[in-house]
Each structure stands twice: as C-alpha cells, then as structure tokens.
C-alpha cells in the first residue's frame, strides 16, 4: 500500500510557476507508475501527466505539453509536476495518483492510490 501526500500548491499570478510535489510512504515506490490529476469545480478529475516507474518515459495531457514537467526521485519517493506558464484555468485541486500498469493512463478509475490534493490557484 502506498500513501501520498501533496505540496506546494498556492496562488500565483498567470504566467508564473509552481512546482507541486507528492511524497510517497513505503518502499514500492518505484513499482508505481505516477500520475498527476486535476480537479476544477463541477467538472470532472482530469489527467494531466504521467510517468512511469524509472522516470525515463512520460505522458501528458495536450492542453499541458510544453508547459508541464513531471519528474521522480525514486531515492526520494518523491514525484514533482513543474508547471509553468500558467493560465487562470489551471486553477484547481491537483492530485497525485499510484498505479501499477503503464496503460490506461488518462483514466482516473484504474488508479490504485491517491493523494488528498493541493489547491492551485492562477489569477489574472
């Protein structure tokens, strides 16, 4: 069983940066592929990026490629989502997510853990 815990979410202004992370407690962590989620009000969770378990592949959403960087410190059971440029619709509850399969990525259901999220927050 893994347990997550998201940081460094906050408010910023459109066109600055953030860098969230998500600690994860036990020793499997790098058995887990590792995802980043979004959560806007009254609309769906929604997949952002993924990694997989050594860090050398990655996977984004379109809406984020070019702007957001996931990256993992296996050392560390650390993953991070860089994220720069943002746009006032970033703004959300951010999640990260645990899953054992390099598939179904996009799909918040086949995700086994799941942090409690960190708001971000992008003003105008």
């Known amino acids: 069983q893994v347990q997550l815990v998201e940081s460094g979410g906050g408010l910023v202004q459109a066109g600055g940066s953030l860098r969230l992370s998500c600690a994860a407690s036990?020793?499997?962590?790098?058995?887990?592929?590792m995802g980043w989620f979004r959560q806007a009000p009254g609309k769906e969770r929604a997949f952002q990026a993924a990694i997989s378990w050594s860090g050398r592949t990655t996977y984004y959403a379109d809406s984020v490629k070019g702007r957001f960087t996931i990256s993992r410190d296996n050392a560390e059971n650390t993953v991070y989502l860089q994220m720069n440029s943002l746009k006032p619709e970033d703004t959300a509850v951010y999640y990260c997510?645990?899953?054992?399969?390099?598939?179904?990525?996009?799909?918040?259901?086949?995700?086994?853990?799941w942090g409690q999220g960190t708001q971000v927050t992008v003003s105008s």
């Open positions: 997510a645990a899953k054992g399969a390099w598939d179904r990525l996009t799909s918040s259901q086949q995700y086994d853990y």
């Open positions: 036990g020793r499997t962590f790098s058995r887990y592929v």
